[in-house]
């Protein structure tokens, strides 16, 4: 279900075969094993449990350099001699950050909080 997201956002659950719209569901964040952040949402209908990303603590902090990085590249777009300069930075931290995020994660990895 979730390998591609429809432009109308309408999906069908897996669990419970109810329609619901992907652009309305709220995003919920995890706290998973290895000092990582999970990102999951859940049928409005049967609260089936839908993890689809996760995310390293450094991986978090190069997603702000990321942002960073990418006004820079916005900013230098004329600009010949600043341009490759900010776009190789750019895409040194876009390599780093790939390897820290994941994809959908097993319930096995979250910590659940007592
Ligand atoms: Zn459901």
């Known amino acids: 279900m979730m ?3 429809p432009p109308s956002g309408k999906v ?5 075969g109810l329609e619901f719209n992907l652009r309305k569901v709220k995003i919920e964040e995890e706290r ?10 859940q049928c409005p209908h049967c609260q089936a449990k839908y993890p689809f990303a ?13 942002k960073v990085a990418r006004r820079d590249v916005k900013q230098a777009i004329g600009n010949r001699k600043r341009y490759p ?12 950050y ?3 995020v994941g994809g959908a994660y097993p319930n096995e990895e979250v910590i659940v909080n007592d």
């Open 54 to 66: 996760s995310i390293t603590k450094r991986g978090q902090t190069l997603l702000q350099s990321l």
């Open 32 to 41: 998973l094993v290895r000092n990582r952040l999970g990102y999951f949402f």
């Open 85 to 96: 300069i900010v776009l190789s930075r750019y895409d040194k931290i876009l390599a780093k």
């Open 12 to 16: 069908f659950c897996d669990k419970c």
């Open 98 to 100: 790939q390897k820290e």
């Open 3 to 5: 390998s591609f997201m």
